[in-house]
């Protein structure tokens, strides 16, 4: 549950003040207004979306589960990953000025650990990587794989908090190497729960019949999923009744259902997740809207057909879709 706070009247900083990294940070990336740097560090990853889902750890995580227990959150997130300039500067002394500074500013602890003994096995490997792909293409330096067990020492840290722009999500993880070979790693995660305005797509027979009539295929805008699944979302029932009137309307005529996705993560994993819901909307449309299985074909091919870049969080979106494409 997110807590409530007074408002902060100026933007969270760490203890220290801030200074210009020896080394210089990624190109355009920058500190978040809430959370200042570490002195001392300078910015390898750097990730932001107007609107993703996002989790936080609640508590350790338990023999044989993919995942330690977490919440689920939506809205606006920004992920920096900093490295530190000397090996030196220790992960103990970047999370204890973190640590402090949260709780001056009246952030509420929700969850904090201490490597694998603390915080379970493969803790940060299964939260920060293979438990939540979509990080996979935003923190390309994370090196989440080797950050557990005897080798490597880390700090977890979530919690909740209010400012004067609104209410906050925090994570914080700081990892290194447990001899100090290499300087220490932080990754800061820091977003802002919102409902999505999702009145901005709408879709209707007549506009339907028209797309297909001049472009062959038309794309099922307002079928949504859950994050990284092949589950239809409730929100999804209205533009799945308009397709199911449509094809009902059109008995004789044949669809490839074709899912698409954006470009984060592996080509195979992209491909049978798009299958998997193109095979999801047929289904659905068969099971629950009377559709005939022999008008629909599913046809997954991930990432290989994008109608914009990838390299921006609103073409991401915009490639991550289903088409329903005329056979004829």
Request: proline residues 5%; hydrophobic residues 40%; aromatic residues 8%.
């Amino acid at each position: 549950m997110l807590h409530k706070f007074a408002a902060l009247g100026v933007a969270l900083v760490c203890l220290a003040t801030p200074a210009l990294a020896d080394e210089a940070d990624i190109k355009g990336s920058q500190d978040h207004p809430l959370v200042s740097r570490m002195p001392g560090t300078h910015i390898i990853g750097y990730h932001t979306s107007d609107y993703q889902e996002f989790m936080i750890a609640t508590g350790p995580k338990a023999e044989g589960e993919d995942l330690p227990p977490v919440e689920r959150f939506e809205g606006q997130s920004t992920v920096i990953t900093y490295l530190a300039d000397e090996k030196s500067l220790s992960a103990l002394a970047i999370f204890r000025n973190f640590e402090k500074a949260f709780a001056q500013a009246g952030f509420e602890e929700t969850f904090t650990c201490k490597s694998d003994a603390e915080c379970g096995e493969k803790f940060v490997t299964q939260l920060y990587w293979y438990g939540d792909p979509q990080r996979q293409g935003q923190n390309p330096r994370l090196d989440a794989p080797n950050r557990h067990g005897d080798r490597h020492a880390y700090y977890y840290w979530s919690g909740t908090g209010k400012a004067e722009s609104g209410d906050y999500v925090i994570s914080l993880l700081v990892a290194q190497h447990s001899a100090m070979n290499f300087p220490a790693v932080v990754v800061l995660d820091i977003s802002k729960p919102e409902a999505l305005d999702d009145d901005q797509i709408t879709i209707n027979t007549e506009a339907m019949t028209g797309d297909m009539e001049k472009d062959g295929h038309v794309v099922l805008d307002g079928v949504f999923f859950d994050f990284d699944k092949a589950t239809l979302t409730p929100d999804s029932e209205p533009a799945l009744t308009v397709i199911a009137d449509y094809l009902n309307a059109n008995p004789e005529r044949k669809f490839f259902v074709v899912g698409h996705t954006d470009i984060e993560g592996g080509l195979d994993y992209n491909r049978a997740l798009s299958r998997e819901r193109a095979d999801a909307v047929i289904n659905t449309l068969v099971k629950d809207y009377g559709v005939a299985t022999a008008q629909m074909m599913a046809v997954g091919v991930g990432p290989v057909a994008p109608v914009t870049s990838n390299e921006t969080e609103t073409g991401r979106a915009e490639n991550r879709r289903v088409e329903l494409v005329a056979q004829d």
